[in-house]
T-cell receptor, first 116, second 116 residues
Framework: KNQVEQSPQSLIILEGKNCTLQ??????????LRWYKQDTGRGPVSLTI?????NTKSNGRYTATLDADTKQSSLHITASQLSDSASYIC???????????????FGGGTRLMVKP | AAGVIQSPRHLIKEKRETATLKCYPI?????VYWYQQGPGQDPQFLIS???????DKGSIPDRFSAQQFSDYHSELNMSSLELGDSALYFC???????????????FGDGTRLSIL
């Protein structure tokens, strides 16, 4: 069964500090991995999309890494701001024609709270 | 910049009733995706459309149907509603995408459907 597991489930950090969120997946065959930020009651906002051949991708203070061999990804947030408080969701897409079910598997998210 | 518009934002129905959710994609986006997120659950992909034709199908119940119109907006029709259909329904749009593609999906803020 395809799974995407995120850790930690929740995290509290002080404003200005850095943090790293983890995502492990078992989806195969793999197409791409996305990180989304979701504020409470709002739709997810795309942060990064990485394919098999990409190891790292940045979007401002967000940097995602991908190790397709170990099926792990991380999202690093630099110099956190209060507005970074949200849920961060890792979504893995399987390739059509494979055994990846509906081809899109969501992680349970990490709830980040940034305190002043 | 224009975003994905979903209507209504909130909808309350009773069991066995029908409901129609609407999604207006970002201008010039030709692909629409529907997701269902139950309370405390991960989003589940339901169905997607590209250029007014069904593109990918996920875990959409037989009681639900959807279509994309000539102006690219999409409607999700839900019949014989059940208590378990209570969820947040997200629509996302992209330009020329499939569910296993690498195009960023832009999400709306969702329709919260409550079944009494």
């Amino acid at each position: 069964k395809n799974q995407v597991e995120q850790s930690p489930q929740s995290l509290i950090i002080l404003e200005g500090k850095n943090c790293t969120l983890q995502c492990n997946y078992t989806v195969s065959p793999f197409s791409n991995l996305r990180w989304y930020k979701q504020d409470t009651g709002r739709g997810p906002v795309s942060l990064t999309i990485m394919t098999f051949s990409e190891n790292t991708k940045s979007n401002g203070r967000y940097t995602a890494t991908l190790d397709a061999d170990t099926k792990q990804s991380s999202l690093h947030i630099t110099a956190s701001q209060l507005s970074d408080s949200a849920s961060y969701i890792c979504v893995v897409s399987g390739r059509k024609g494979g055994n990846a079910g509906n081809m899109l598997t969501f992680g349970g998210g990490t709830r980040l709270m940034v305190k002043p | 910049a224009a975003g994905v518009i979903q209507s209504p934002r909130h909808l309350i129905k009773e069991k066995r009733e029908t409901a129609t959710l609407k999604c207006y994609p970002i201008p010039r986006h030709d692909t629409v995706y529907w997701y269902q997120q139950g309370p405390g659950q991960d989003p589940q992909f339901l169905i997607s459309f590209y250029e007014k034709m069904q593109s990918d199908k996920g875990s959409i119940p037989d009681r639900f149907s959807a279509q994309q119109f000539s102006d690219y907006h999409s409607e999700l029709n839900m019949s014989s509603l059940e208590l378990g259909d209570s969820a947040l329904y997200f629509c996302a749009s992209s330009l020329g995408g499939t569910i296993d593609g690498n195009q960023p999906q832009h999400f709306g803020d969702g329709t919260r459907l409550s079944i009494l």
